[in-house]
């Protein structure tokens, strides 16, 4: 069942004839289906709350004289009644989930007139704190019914309007409440098609807010200039702990500036700017960034067009940052000499706070392995995402094969060599290891046998010398 035949049953036309004062917000007419939660949800909001009628609304939300003829009204009869005076559905999730703190209406097919009926009921509700209308279809009619109800609202403090076609009005609009804020604290915008001109909007807003903690502009339609001007907000916001600028267009002058504001920022945690193509152009002056930023713990460059060369300059800073915990490097051209570049630099970093990196569409061999092992050795929390082919994994198994023979028969590695060594130079050869290896019918192929072989005779000398190894027993 779709979102308009469930919420087509809340109404019946009896109801839209019966008198305004005579409403019983109770009545299982009007409440959603199974509504055992409504009774209970319209109580709990109705406690302490005055709403207007809605009987005089026409194109704002409050008339001149509403404040004298406000009325003690449940949500749900405030809703129901401002449908019927939009001629809108009810969403029965609404109504079914009244007294919650999170509402989320994402992808119902709300409309401007939907969004108005919204915006009278939530006025003055102070139940609700996060209010998700995500792909709703609300535009920019349905959105200045929105940011009007947040004048008087005091407890929304998180807000989606990700992907319902606002263009430069909707940021207009928007960014209008924001300069007025003091409560919204997370607003997500992906999506809405803003462009350059938009971005002026937001650093004119946002410049020096210290409200809003969470950002999300992903999905648009940014390019440099926008980048520039959202980076120079960067550089003065005292508050964003959280921005997303992920999949837009900023590539060239806009990451240099937005590097350049993260050098300043000192409250910015996490920055999303995956999927903007910038390679070298913006991993040179992040790279820089790094050097003095001591707040970000999240930098995710997914898909940039990053290779090898532009991990070096990334490194450049991770060589001494000592606050970023999380890399998200996957989707970029880089190789593993680009991958080793960068488990090599955290490693030497002792103050590095680097915990989790994400390579996963990088395919790496053992030496890779075998350094992150190392790695581990000084950081046991590493958690790095990295793509192996079928034969690494079966070759980085021959040393287990190897100690797993000697263990089932207790019996010890440095006892094999030493019966190999019938000289006690404490070395062999790798012909002799071999042949041992095969006549004592331990379970590698060839492929293995060559890999353990390189992994014991690192300078190829075609000798083993297996003082080394005596921890491996």
């Known amino acids: 069942m779709d979102h308009s035949e469930e919420d087509g049953a809340l109404v019946r036309p009896e109801e839209e004839e019966a008198e305004a004062g005579k409403q019983n917000p109770s009545d299982q007419s009007v409440l959603p289906t199974g509504g055992q939660g409504g009774t209970e949800d319209q109580e709990g909001c109705s406690q302490g709350q005055e709403q207007d009628s809605a009987e005089e609304w026409e194109t704002d939300l409050e008339t001149e004289d509403a404040t004298d003829r406000r009325q003690n009204m449940s949500c749900a009869e405030v809703y129901l009644r401002a449908c019927r005076r939009t001629g809108t559905t009810p969403i029965s999730s609404f109504l079914r989930h009244l007294g919650e703190a999170n509402l989320n209406l994402n992808h119902y097919g709300v409309g401007p007139l939907g969004a108005k009926a919204l915006a009278i009921a939530l006025q003055n ?31 929304i403090q998180s807000l989606n309007l990700s992907t319902n076609q606002l263009h430069l009005e909707g940021a207009e609009i928007i960014c209008k409440m924001l300069s007025d804020n003091y409560y919204i604290k997370s607003i997500k915008l992906a999506g809405n098609d803003f462009d350059d001109s938009a971005a002026k909007y937001f650093v004119d807003a946002l410049k020096v807010d210290y409200v809003i903690k969470e950002l999300d502009l992903s999905h648009n339609k940014f390019c440099d200039t926008g980048g520039e001007h959202l980076g120079q907000m960067l550089a003065t916001n005292v508050g964003i702990e959280v921005l997303n600028l992920s999949w837009n267009y900023i590539r060239m002058k806009g990451a240099v500036v937005l590097a350049a504001g993260l050098k300043v920022n000192s409250t910015l945690k996490e920055l999303h700017l995956a999927g903007n193509g910038f390679c070298h152009i913006g991993a040179e002056p992040l790279g820089q960034a790094l050097k003095q930023n001591s707040t970000l713990e999240l930098l995710d460059l997914s898909c940039n067009r990053i290779y090898d060369e532009d991990v070096s300059l990334l490194c450049q800073g991770l ?7 999380v890399l998200k490097l996957s989707q970029n051209p880089m190789t593993e000499a680009g991958a080793l570049t960068l488990i090599e630099t955290v490693k030497n970093n002792t103050k590095s706070a680097v915990e989790k990196i994400d390579i996963s569409t990088v395919f790496v061999s053992e030496a890779f392995v075998e350094l992150l092992e190392e790695a581990r050795t000084r950081r046991p929390a590493l958690d790095v995402r990295y793509s192996v082919m079928t034969s690494t994994t079966r070759n980085l198994a021959a040393l287990q094969i190897f100690q797993k023979f000697f263990k089932e028969r207790n019996e010890s590695i440095m006892d094999f060599f030493q019966a190999l060594d019938k000289e006690g130079t404490m070395k062999v050869s790798t012909a002799a290891f071999r042949k041992a290896v095969k006549a004592a019918n331990i379970p590698l192929d060839q492929r293995q046998l060559n890999w353990l072989v390189k992994k014991f005779d690192k300078t190829c000398t075609a000798t083993i010398i297996y003082s080394q190894f005596a921890e491996l027993s």
Not at 128 to 139: A, F, G, P, R, S
Not at 319 to 325: G, P, S, V, Y
């Open 319 to 325: 060589a001494t940052n000592h606050t970023l915990r």
């Open 125 to 155: 509700n102070n139940c609700i704190t996060n209010l998700e209308l995500e792909d709703c279809l609300l535009k920019v009619e349905g959105t200045r019914y929105l940011m009007e109800m947040l004048q008087t609202n005091i407890t």
